[in-house]
């Protein structure tokens, strides 16, 4: 079965510090790939997605995650964090044709002002 | 635009009181629709989906049941509830009619109080 791993539970950053989110899966064949977020108060939400071709891709608000085969991860990247991206955030996969995807644990990132 | 809805927004109840949990979609025919639970720190735990009416999976066997009496209705139910049903539950829906990997889109949640 596959299996998702986000390393870091809890980071806290100040307002311009780079981010990077790791998330690594278990499952070796074709996968599509999300990253989640949930802002205080809000529902979860997409934040990018990668299904194929370019493997850097981009999403709302300045992130971006790059998909590494051989590593099987995912990571999700930001280079200057503002206040407003304090959230939870939530890395999934779902394998092959399937229907259901696999969440990791979440991140809560808190950014300080 | 969809749109996805769940009510109640936030619910206490007894223990061993019954349960049912409505959510709904707007603009979009034929979804697949699932139901969560989120724990803090325990990420997203899939109890059930649905590719269409009357279909119902079930990924965790527990004190909880599902069922799909319209296109784009999903409804959550217990019989009897327990203690461990407290929680965040979380609707959501994707495309369906195509091959699975689809985005995933999320009510707003439901807080359940089992005292």
């Known amino acids: 079965a596959q299996s998702v791993s986000q390393h870091n539970h809890h980071v806290i950053l100040s307002e311009a510090a780079s981010l990077e989110l790791g998330c690594n899966y278990s499952?070796?064949?074709?996968?599509?790939l999300f990253w989640y977020v949930q802002y205080p108060g809000q529902h979860l939400q997409l934040l990018l997605k990668y299904f194929s071709g370019d493997p850097l891709v981009k999403g709302i608000k300045g992130f971006e995650a790059e998909f590494i085969k051989s590593k099987f991860s995912f990571n999700l990247r930001k280079p200057s964090v503002q206040w407003s991206d304090t959230a939870e955030y939530f890395c999934?996969?779902?394998?092959?044709?399937?229907?259901?995807?696999?969440f990791g644990r979440g991140t809560s990132l808190i950014v300080h002002p | 635009s969809q749109t996805i809805h769940q009510w109640p927004a936030t619910l206490v109840q007894p223990v061993g009181s019954p349960l049912s949990l409505e959510c709904t979609v707007e603009?979009?025919?034929?979804?697949?629709l699932y139901w969560y639970r989120q724990a803090a720190g325990r990420g997203l735990q899939l109890l059930f989906y649905?590719?269409?009416?009357?279909?119902i999976s079930s990924e965790v066997p527990q004190n909880l049941s599902a069922s799909r009496p319209q296109d784009r209705q999903f409804i959550l139910s217990s019989k009897k509830l327990l203690l461990s049903d407290s929680g965040f539950y979380l609707c959501?829906?994707?495309?369906?009619?195509?091959?699975?990997?689809?985005?995933?889109?999320f009510g707003p949640g439901t807080r359940l109080l089992v005292l």
């Open positions: 603009g979009t025919s034929n979804p697949n």
């Open positions: 499952y070796g064949g074709t996968v599509n």
């Open positions: 649905s590719v269409g009416i009357g279909q």
């Open positions: 959501a829906w994707s495309v369906g009619g195509l091959a699975g990997g689809q985005t995933q889109y």
């Open positions: 999934a996969v779902i394998s092959g044709g399937s229907y259901i995807p696999t």
